[in-house]
């Protein structure tokens, strides 16, 4: 199976919003209600932020939102903070097995 | 407290068998489905199998279909990844993380094995 594509890096301002696409098939991400999004920083085992295509696990600020439309997941992070620079993932169950994407490095100017 | 406690660093060389292990604790071992998760040193994470201690239901991701062993011993609430001819290419952190379904996402994650392969 292929990974999920992601974009290489997005980068963006404190206070601004940067988005993180997440494409993948009909196999998966268009298949399942089931994408999730992690946070990983360097050294860090990942953290979840996303389940479900948007909902929050307790404790993720409501800054952190997912969406999803055909093939192609979503994450928003509104309002950058310094401390949400990392690498983001995207994952989705595809039939027996789940499948992450290639991941993002979000970077905070 | 749940949490999983993953076993330590190893350093084998090319052929040698491994077998790394994640023991759960802070709740029901047998209720929850443990999963697998390598990381190649600068690259991206990438899902490699699931198993249900409770019934040791194992489900492997298709690139890792016949590459390792999973399984768990429910008794000591360990479960296990195993290779019977490392390569070079297996060196990696691998994490275990527990999950509720094989569709639903790890919420908690072991603290990663380091595996190095080298001659």
């Known amino acids: 199976q292929s990974a999920l594509t992601q974009p290489r890096s997005v980068s963006g301002s404190p206070g601004q919003s940067v988005t993180i696409s997440c494409t993948g098939t009909s196999s998966d991400v268009g298949g399942y209600n089931y994408v999730s999004w992690y946070q990983q920083h360097p050294g860090k085992a990942p953290k979840l932020m996303i389940y479900?295509?948007?909902k929050r696990p307790s404790g993720v600020p409501d800054r952190f939102s997912g969406s999803k439309s055909g093939n192609t997941a979503s994450l928003t992070i509104s309002g950058l903070q310094a401390e949400d620079e990392a690498d983001y993932y995207c994952c989705s169950y595809a039939g027996s097995y789940q499948v992450f994407g290639t991941g993002t490095k979000v970077t905070v100017l | 407290e749940v949490q999983l406690v993953q076993s330590g660093a190893e350093v084998k060389k090319p052929g040698e068998s491994l077998k790394i292990s994640c023991k759960g604790s802070?709740?029901?071992?047998?209720?929850?489905?443990i999963g697998w998760v390598r990381q190649m040193p600068g690259k991206g994470l990438e899902w490699m199998g699931i198993?249900?201690?409770?019934?040791?239901?194992?489900r492997y991701s298709p690139s890792f279909q016949g590459q390792v062993t999973i399984s768990a011993d429910k008794s000591i609430s360990t479960a296990y990844l195993q290779w019977s001819s490392l390569k070079a290419s297996d060196t990696a952190m691998y994490y275990c993380?527990?999950?509720?379904?094989?569709?639903?996402?790890?919420?908690?994650w072991g603290q990663g094995t380091m595996v190095t392969v080298s001659s």
């Open positions: 479900d295509v948007s």
């Open positions: 802070g709740y029901s071992f047998t209720s929850y489905w």
């Open positions: 198993i249900y201690p409770g019934d040791s239901d194992t």
């Open positions: 993380a527990r999950t509720r379904s094989i569709a639903a996402p790890p919420v908690i």
